[in-house]
């Protein structure tokens, strides 16, 4: 990894595209009043070192299909290494899986999960959560309802 730290017009960019991913280089420059040629080697630059992993559509699912979210807080059994990495690997391999943040606190892990419904979150946690060895406890936050969903940082 280099050791790249963005500038003030980087951060701008950064924001720009995280409010709207599918902005053109040209929107982009006209906003910072900066050539295309600056912002597409500064994009160029930001995605290489690593400050933009990916731009995606963010979409409205339930307009396409319901989906019941929940928030699995996981203890593992042993806090080894070896437990730690098994879990964590074990995650990237599961498309239910939205997102995984290894915690302070009670509890290790904490995973987002969208799945059609009830009865196949049940399936999910017995048949590919409760077997893995190194789990002990789950704890089950099932999500009521939206109030706020920002995908972009303050930077």
């Known amino acids: 990894m ?5 500038d003030e017009i980087d951060l701008l960019i950064m924001n720009l595209l995280q409010k709207d991913g599918l902005m053109t280089y040209k929107e ?4 910072l ?21 990916k731009t995606v559509a963010q979409l409205e699912i339930n307009k396409l299909k319901s989906l019941l979210v929940a928030f699995p807080h996981i203890q593992l059994k042993d806090h080894s290494g070896e437990s730690i990495n098994a879990f964590q ?7 239910e899986v939205m997102e995984c943040y290894h915690l302070t606190g009670n509890f290790d892990f ?7 419904d009830m009865f196949s979150y049940n399936e999910f946690l017995r048949n ?7 789990v002990g406890a789950i704890q089950s936050f099932i999500v009521l309802s939206e109030l706020k969903y920002e995908t972009a940082y303050k930077l």
């Open 128 to 134: 590919k959560i409760s077997p893995l060895p190194y």
């Open 89 to 95: 690997q074990e995650m990237q391999n599961l498309p």
């Open 110 to 116: 904490m995973i987002k999960i969208a799945i059609p």
């Open 2 to 6: 280099s050791n790249y730290l963005p």
């Open 33 to 53: 009043k900066k050539s295309m040629t600056n912002v597409v080697d500064r994009i160029k630059n930001l995605k290489k070192t690593g400050y933009i992993r």
């Open 28 to 31: 982009i420059s006209g906003h």
